[in-house]
Nanobody, 123 residues
Framework: VQLQASGGGLVQAGGSLRLSCAAS????????MGWFRQAPGKEREFVTA????????YYTNSVKGRFTISRDNAKSTVYLQMNSLKPEDTAVYYC?????????????????WGQGTLVTVSS
């Protein structure tokens, strides 16, 4: 599975962005999909994930109510809608694919990774 993340950019605090993650090479209908982010000098952290089985979702506390993950299996694409962005959301965002239907929050739970897209939120 090859993953291509896009949609990052520069936005002011309070603004919105929608990230996309397009999959190719293999169907992602049997993969749960996740988004992680990595800020400069920090470790990569879990943001959100969506199960392939029942589309259940899970969010890290800091983005609950602001971010929404969704998937379109027909397009082999996963989206991350980010609203009410804050400067602390600034990071490179990575999408990843996990073979388990149970949602994983650790990086080891994901077998395939996209290249990342940079999100910068100015204050």
């Amino acid at each position: 599975v090859q993953l291509q993340a896009s949609g990052g950019g520069l936005v002011q605090a309070g603004g919105s962005l929608r990230l996309s993650c397009a999959a190719s090479g293999r169907s992602v209908t049997s993969y749960s999909m996740g988004w992680f982010r990595q800020a400069p000098g920090k470790e990569r952290e879990f943001v959100t994930a969506i199960s392939y089985r029942d589309r259940s979702t899970y969010y890290t506390n800091s983005v609950k109510g602001r971010f929404t993950i969704s998937r379109d299996n027909a397009k082999s694409t996963v989206y991350l809608q980010m609203n009410s962005l804050k400067p602390e959301d600034t990071a490179v965002y990575y999408c990843a694919a996990s073979p388990w239907y149970q949602l994983k929050t650790e990086t080891s739970g994901y077998h395939y990774w996209g290249q990342g897209t940079l999100v910068t939120v100015s204050s």
